[in-house]
């Protein structure tokens, strides 16, 4: 399975501007490109490349969208349409690198090897430096065994360059706060990314597939939690704070929240693509594993409180439940 990174209609186009109200229009607009986005993070390609083909249609500067149309054309196998993507996203500095490093992988799997290495080039010459992929992406199979395959290898491998990535996602966030007379008396709050449930998580939940391993939880950037109190959760104390959340699986099944601590993640300068990667001091929370009669389809977090300072946090994605209780020693305001 590839690893990659992530004319008619034009007089129609113009029947509608004029029929449909600059707001309507911008409403509709926005509309498509939600749908588009949502369709791409479902990775149902299909959709996603025609919403994102509108969506280009009305937006021509929008990078991300060529990209992603690139991607999901790519992905359906429509490989002749997912270059011209490819080579427009290219034109975007931020896109660069990998459209050029993808626009290089449709042309290994077309069978036309200089083409594909002078692209291959050109993404090794925008800042395209994850050696990694080149020998597990079977786009490459193609030329792999090509002497110039190698060399270009080490001086992707051997570059200090560093690309930029632009993603604009949306975030959700969950909170418990404390209002006393005259102020705010303290909160604990968590902002995550929600990425869509797919019936591969199950299968690799299931089997157990990443047990060992910590994992990023959430989407994009980390996971944070906040709090500006100590409190106990699943039985163990936590400081007030701000940590990075992640999750591991044990061998034997069993799921821990880990909290990161902050400071030592962002001295490190690792995202949380490299979760797995930390090396400092945590906080395991043990947390117990459910499977629910429904499916939610998109991570959530939700933080209930009963009375004084006790309550639960539980975090919901597909037909799992995973959950601990929350005490928190009931903060006092400011004067009291």
């Given at each position: 399975?590839?690893?990659?990174?992530?004319?008619a209609?034009a007089?129609?186009?113009v029947a509608?501007?004029v029929?449909?109200?600059?707001?309507?229009?911008e409403?509709e607009s926005?509309?498509v490109?939600?749908?588009?986005d949502?369709?791409f993070?479902?990775?149902?390609?299909?959709?996603?490349?025609?919403?994102?083909a509108?969506?280009?249609a009305?937006?021509?500067?929008d990078?991300?969208a060529?990209h992603?149309?690139?991607?999901?054309?790519?992905?359906i196998g429509?490989?002749?349409?997912?270059?011209?993507?490819?080579i427009?996203?290219a034109?975007?500095?931020?896109y660069a690198g990998i459209?050029?490093?993808?626009a290089?992988?449709?042309?290994?799997?077309?069978?036309?090897p200089?083409?594909a290495?002078?692209w291959l080039?050109?993404?090794?010459?925008?800042g395209?430096?994850?050696a990694?992929?080149?020998?597990?992406?079977?786009d490459?199979?193609?030329?792999r065994?090509d002497?110039?395959?190698?060399?270009?290898k080490?001086e992707?491998?051997?570059?200090?360059?560093?690309?930029?990535?632009?993603a604009?996602?949306?975030?959700?966030s969950?909170?418990?706060a404390?209002?006393?007379?005259?102020?705010?008396?303290?909160q604990l709050a968590?902002?995550?990314g929600?990425?869509a449930?797919?019936?591969?998580?199950?299968?690799?939940?299931?089997?157990?597939k990443?047990?060992?391993?910590?994992?990023?939880?959430?989407?994009?950037?980390?996971?944070?939690?906040?709090?500006?109190?100590?409190?106990t959760?699943?039985?163990?104390?936590?400081?007030?704070?701000q940590?990075f959340?992640?999750?591991?699986?044990?061998?034997?099944?069993?799921?821990?929240?880990?909290?990161?601590?902050?400071?030592?993640?962002?001295?490190?300068h690792?995202d949380?693509?490299?979760?797995q990667?930390?090396?400092?001091?945590?906080?395991?929370v043990?947390?117990?594993?459910?499977k629910t009669?429904?499916i939610?389809k998109?991570?959530?977090?939700?933080?209930?409180?009963?009375?004084?300072g006790?309550?639960?946090?539980?975090?919901?994605f597909g037909?799992?439940?995973?959950?601990?209780?929350?005490?928190?020693?009931m903060?006092?305001?400011?004067?009291?």
């Open positions: 399975m590839s690893r990659r990174f992530t004319a209609v007089s129609l186009a509608v501007a029929a449909l109200p600059a707001p309507a229009q409403k926005s509309d490109r939600a749908k588009a949502a369709a993070q479902a990775k149902t390609w299909p959709e996603s490349a025609e919403l994102y509108k969506v280009v009305a937006t021509p500067d990078g991300t060529w992603h149309l690139g991607y999901s054309l790519h992905m429509k490989l002749d349409e997912a270059l011209k993507a490819h427009k996203a034109e975007f500095m931020q459209a050029s490093y993808n290089a992988c449709a042309y290994s799997l077309k069978n036309q200089d083409v290495f002078e080039q050109k993404a090794v010459d925008s395209f430096n994850a990694q992929y080149l020998d597990t992406d079977t490459l199979d193609n030329i065994k002497a110039r395959f190698a060399k270009i080490k992707a491998a051997s570059s200090n360059r560093q690309q930029a990535f632009i604009t996602t949306p975030r959700a969950t909170r418990l404390f209002f006393g007379q005259t102020s705010n008396a303290g968590i902002d995550y929600q990425p449930w797919l019936d591969d998580f199950g299968t690799a939940a299931e089997f157990k990443y047990a060992g391993q910590r994992w990023r939880l959430g989407q994009d950037f980390w996971t944070s939690l906040d709090a500006s109190f100590d409190f959760l699943g039985g163990v104390p936590v400081k007030a704070g940590y959340l992640a999750m591991k699986q044990s061998a034997d099944g069993a799921y821990t929240l880990e909290l990161l601590d902050a400071p030592t993640v962002r001295a490190a690792l949380a693509f490299g979760a990667n930390y090396a400092g001091a945590s906080i395991a043990p947390m117990q594993f459910e009669g429904t939610t998109q991570l959530q977090f939700q933080i209930t409180h009963a009375s004084e006790k309550g639960a946090l539980s975090i919901l037909p799992y439940k995973a959950s601990a209780p929350l005490v928190v020693s903060p006092k305001s400011e004067g009291a």
